[in-house]
Each structure stands twice: as C-alpha cells, then as structure tokens.
C-alpha cells in the first residue's frame, strides 16, 4: 500500500510523530499522565521491566508516556533512533557526558558556545573530573590538535549562541570520526527545522527545549537524540555502554539495545541515579509547541533577517553580527548548514557604547528585558550591565559581550512593530 510506505515530511511529523488519540479515552490532544509510577500486570511483569527485558512504564523519574511522545516527536525530526527527555538542557548536557567519561577523561569543545555551557564545562564538569579541552570553531585544524588518547567526545553548537558563529559541523564530524569518538551538536537556536546535525555526521545532537522548540517561554526542558551511528563496541572506550552492567545482571547495553543504545544507557543509568527528569506538563507544553515549529521558525528567520537588514543601515550600530547578511563572516557557511534562514538570535554593537546599550533595553516597550531567547516574544538583553556585569572589560570582550554589545531574540511579531520599538529605544533621549 503506497500510503504506508510514504514517509511525512517535517511539517506533519512536527503535528504527529510520537502521537495517537489516546485508546482509553479517545482524547485526541496527548494526555498528561501525571502520575509518579505505573501499576504492574504482576510479578513477572514488574521483573521483566526491571532487568530491562521487557519495554514499560515504571516511575515517572526514569519515563512516562507524556515524556514518550515528545522523546519520538524530536528524533523524528532530527533523523535520530531515539531520544531521551529531561528537565533543562543543562542536565541534557550532564546526562551525555556522565554516560561517555571517566573521571580523568578530557573533551573537546568549540571555545564560541552558549556562556552557561562554558561555565558548566569549566566548574562543574571539572569537579566531576571530566576535563575540556577548547578549541576554536573559525579554526578547524585547531579541532584536530586537541585530540589525545584520552578524548572521548566533541561538543559544538550548530549555531552558536549568542554570537551567530555557524559551525562547520561536517568538517569537525570528519574528525571526530577519525578520532573514533562522538560528535555531540548543540542544536538549539537552529532546531532541525533549520539544521539537522545528523546529516552532516552528528552521533548525538542535544537540545535546551526551552527555547524555540518549545517556542512559548513557559518550560524549561531539555532533550537528548541518538543517532544510532555512532560503534561503541570499537575501541572499548565507553564502559558504560561496552561493558557489563552490574545493575542490570551483566547485559551490555550496546549489544542489547544496538543502534539506541545511548538513548538507553542515558535512561536506564544516567537519568535513573542523576535524577533529573522532566515533568510531564512540561512535556505537555513543549510537544504542543513543537507542532507550529516550521511556522514559528521562518517568521523567526524572516523577520530577524529584516531586523538585522535595518539595523545595518543605523547611525546608530556600529556592526551586527547575523549570518543572514550577505556581509557577515558566516554567511557562506549559513548557505550550506541553514538555508532557510539563520534562527532568531542576533547580537549588536552600538556606537554609543556602554551607555547606548543600557539607553536601549531601558526604553523599548515590545521587546522584554530577560535572559532567555527562543519565545514567541521579542527579547532583549545588555550582557555587559546584566549576565556579564561581574567580568573585567578584557573578560566582557572576549567572551563577545562587551559594553556595546546588545543580543536580540527576535520574535513572531509584525516585522514593522519590532523595527518602530527598536527605533524607539535606539532614538530616545
Ligand atoms: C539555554 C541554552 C542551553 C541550556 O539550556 P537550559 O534549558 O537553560 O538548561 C544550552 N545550550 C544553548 C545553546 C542554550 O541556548
């Protein structure tokens, strides 16, 4: 039958994937199950879930069907085997490091990355003894040259917040690949409606659905996606993965649960002794946000093409850096990675400096003043007096928030009312 062979496109797994009218009740909106735990058929049942021979729900900490839903919905649209939901992308990004090093071990990460990933990367993974490596994405050979014997991951974002810096993600793949470990994307400002890392050699992307995929501004939320490609029997690099599980009476979770292995071990090991699970409402808003992604993403695009457009032309703004512009340093890479356009994040620097920039979040009514990105609404933030205020002007200016610097979220708005709140803001006395 042609029709069950057809595979959807985007905009209907954005709608559908993971989905069915619920077959108790018929509800046709995906149910909140919002229940800790799961009644058993009987012993036997209660045993086969526990030592991982049979699929099912048990605790809400280590799954549950609203959680299931977007878990499918996200892998779909990424091309991923499976996906793993939890509570923020932070503990996204603790879960898939916890499952790939020992203390001791050492990562790679590009140097250009969201500022929260860099002090989580820095402090906290340090204490764990897992131990970056930085590297710099305008600079691929760099990438290379970090590699030791001790490697055991690479860690880019595929556009990188907030500055726009669009990764190579195919060329760091190719090395990651001959290095023999995974190439872990962030995928968060481009969504797989822009950009699917998994096409250009991703083995794990990561998402903080609290931004765009979840798109409202109401949850925070965070996603892991195995690609399913990544051999990690190989080079026994990987025990958690490779080796018996004392806790599951000695399965290997790689030849076990083979192309979704890591979605797995991120579950059954990661997210059940770490703990950070995702509620299901949150589950709820985020899957339901999901389904107008493709609609929300290109007035996203278009409009923040139309921003940045304007902007360039100010007395005002001094530079904008936005890989939509047919200028920016980026924008040959933005052609090949995303095509579609260049997400909603953008940063400015205004002539007038420190005090230009306090002069523009302090006087724009549409735009909100917070530390967030990715909502519907049009946002605005001024690091150097906010998120960076602790740091030195040398420490503001290279982590690309210096006293100039404004970073724009542009949201789903009219286009003419985002520009007439910005010349407000950029023109008031
Ligand atoms: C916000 C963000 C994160 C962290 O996600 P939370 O949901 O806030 O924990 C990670 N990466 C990027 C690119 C982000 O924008």
Sequence with gaps: MADAERIPGFNTLAVHAGAKPDPTTGARATPIYQTTSFVFDDVEHAASLFGLQAFGNI?????????????????????????????SGHAAQVIVMQT??????EFIASK????????????????????????????????????????????IESIANPGGVITDIEAIGKIARKANVPLIVDNTLATPYLCK???????????????FLGGHGNSIGGIIIDAGTFNWSRDKKYPMLC??????????????FGNFAFAIACRVLGLRDLGPALSPFNAFLISTGIETLPLRMQRHCDNALAVATWLSQRPEVA?????????????????????KGCGAVMTVGLKGGFEAGVKLVSNVKLFSHVANIGDTKSLIIHPASTTHKQLSDAQKIQAGAGPDVVRLSIGIEDKEDIIADLELGLTAK
């Design 243 to 256: 080796e018996p599980r004392p806790e599951y009476s000695g399965i290997v979770l790689h030849e076990t």
């Design 59 to 87: 605790y809400t900490r280590i799954g549950n069907p609203t959680c299931a839903v977007l878990e499918e919905r996200v892998a779909a649209l990424e091309g991923g085997t499976a996906g793993l939901a939890v509570a």
């Design 100 to 105: 790939l090093l020992m203390p001791g071990d």
């Design 319 to 339: 530079w904008v850096s936005y890989p939509g512009l047919a200028s920016d340093k980026y924008h040959a890479l933005a052609q090949k990675y995303v095509p």
């Design 112 to 155: 250009k990355l969201y500022g929260g990933s860099i002090n989580q990367f820095n402090h906290a993974f340090k204490s764990f003894g897992w131990n970056v490596v930085w590297a710099d994405p305008d600079d691929i050979a760099s990438f290379e040259a970090a590699v030791t014997p001790k490697t055991k991951a690479i860690f």
């Design 197 to 211: 890392p998994i096409d250009y050699g991703a083995d794990i992307v990561v998402h903080s659905l609290t931004k």
